[in-house]
């Protein structure tokens, strides 16, 4: 019984994105019940996961249509940001994603951060398939709601496991700000190195992040928002922001009223903690 | 049937007569050997002159006794995680015919899977398996081998190093790298108060349990009735522990780490700097600082499509890095600055190495379609200095080799270095078996190879059926021939360890325990299924 219910939703599901795939100008928002997967992924196990081989590799044109630069442009000057390093043989981009949202879940951080960023690139990464569909189609159709402004142009969100295949995408101080929202808290302790923060992790961080650059956490789990205050301090590569230069961010407040979770936790009447810390600048050599 | 060979290795340290001295292990046991006479110096565990296959006398407690009393009990109540059954019920079907000669597997002991050794040659640091410990060994007088401490780790190791500031560099498969001090006095200096506070940042352990969810963090009825359920238990669960012993975590993958190496090299400035490298089963090298850095990461050499497997750093240029894995390629790095010098097919000299090894012995080998996958066991660099061959005045570069040896495949390849690179193509030498280790000795031209005795070659299933195949062979390299060549110079050892007393005789072993212990490669290979 439950098997043939359980087939009907799935029907639904892939009449309703079947039929939201072919009007490709839509303007209508995805509706998340037909986007559903359980909460949990295993983060050790090797899914079929597509990442780049290198950051080079990565073709970001799909991703960011607006921001992909014209051939001649292309060919006359070589943007800046490109030239640091990088020898890309996929299309070239006019930016470099500065901004990740690791786990961004349905994707209202991304969606609240667009514009007030407005030319910074923001990607939202998901491990989640469905999850990762319904923000796609969110941005698709937030883009088509906005055509003449361009908003919504400077966000895209892409499947991946993060804590594997990170510095597959990203060059080594590439992003100015990372997200952590309302990360899974994996309570038991043998489950603890699935965590999305642990000091050996937050290498793995530092190295994507430029100095000054900024990490965002923010949980509803009392026991987690410990863990990752102490890992992140145990780490010789960030500092803790101070309450004054947390409440003075903007985006402090925008990850605690607009992300899915924190909607949740505020109708629930559940407390938000968070931590931001700072990237420093790496030691010289002993 | 005799236990193949699985890890060799020359001692840096030489013996009191100024020979050689080669470190082998066979299933369980590790075994040292003078290698100019070939006399068996000592082995570990020591084998009782009573014992009869019942063997109560093997226990590797009692050969620790004295080394390390305070460690002993560490190691019996271990990490219970992941342990690997050891009786052999589950493999019923697979040794059937093997059963009879198997002595009950009362107290199996834990197969060697390292053998490693401080650069000072002073110290034998050897991994045994099962119980995921590392045994340090002091080597006294250059003959005898002395148990110091056994150390249970919380996982598997896959790499041990041992640095020259007395630190075990230790990789495990859940992909950590842990700092642990090589000697016991270090290891007893760790104060209660410090290993609670090790703990604390490790794994969280409250005596008493308290759910880290609270009403407010769970939002359905399940979840709430689970926890209240929970709640009901608390107390009753007791949280794993890590271990009690200094092991700080240095450097960590969400991967498998495969192999590590360590390096140190002279930077503009003069200073000398140093290096980790990790290899990972996700493609992954990563280049981290040595401790007291190791939390910045420098590199990542970036171009493996499968697992890497295998690191090798040119002893004449550690700035270049030849890894090796899943790839059907070996490839070559300008690893500090993560750029790809060379790509090396090693498709071709695999498919050669196995048509004419079955030309050749016209042995049932598996079909070479079954091959399809390359899995590069191992890497090794050799360098011959030309000064013998002495015929004309002038003096002629070293002669400078990589070594490679790939899992299944009973052809050991010998590519030369020019330059700065791999140049092909690369030599074969023919072995009567699958290659599982070689040690190369010290500026002697020389090579030990053992191969798999107990599998056919090219096959990582068949048996044999002849069990006479010599385990270790010794080469020598002819300055004339440009080539490996048979040597006669090694005939005590080889005798000796190839003889019908040699190691692995003892051992009655378990198939499909020696395939696990020596073909844990291929077995790294992604098989793309969801989860």
Redesign the interface.
Known sequence: MEEAQHQTKRQKREIYRSSHKTEDGSAELPRKKFYRQRAHANPFSDHLLVYPESPASMDWSEYYPAFVQSQQASAAAPSEELSSGVTSTTNSMTKRVEVADIGCGFGGLLVALAPRMPDTLLVGMEIRTQVTQFVQDRIKALRNQNPENGEYQNIACLRANTMKFLPNFFDKSQLSKIFLCFPDPHFKARKHKARIVSTTLNSEYAYVMRPGGIVYTITDVEDLHNWMVRHFEAHPSFERLSKEEETADECVQVMQDETEEGKKVTRNNGNKYTACFRRLEDPPWP | MRHPLQCIQLCHQRSDTGGSLLLAAAGPRIYLYNVDDGALLCSWPEISPSTDGKNAEFSPEAALEQGAKREAPESEEGPPGKRRKVSSSADAKVEDADRKAKSPPATELPAVSIVSQSPDGKYVVVVTSEDKAIRVFELLDGSTLNALSTRCMPKRPSSVIVTSDSTILCADK???VYSLPLLESEIKAVSNSEAEKEGD?S??REEVYV????H??V?TARNRMALENQMRMANKQV??TGPSFAHD???????MLTDMTFVTLE?EDG?R?NYILTADR???IRI??AP??A???E??C??H?EFVSKLCLPRWQPTRLVSGGGDDCLFVWDWLNGKLKQRIDLRPEVATALQSDGESKNTKGEPLQQKSNIAVSGIWDVSISNATSGKSEEIESPVRLILVACEGVPVLFSFSWIGEGIAEPPQFLNVEGNILDVAVLPNDSSIFITIDSSHKASSLTELREDETVPGLKAFGWSAQNNAWTKTSKFNNILETINGSNGPGTEVSPNPKKIRELIYGIENLR??????
């Open positions: 859940f992909g950590d940042i794994e969280s759910p880290a969810a609270t407010l963090t939002h949280e794993k975590p240095i450097i960590g993958h969400v991967s930077a200073k700097r996700d493609e992954h981290s600082r007291p850095q939390h910045i990461i590199k990542f970036f171009g499509r992604k098989r793309g299924y969801e989860e």
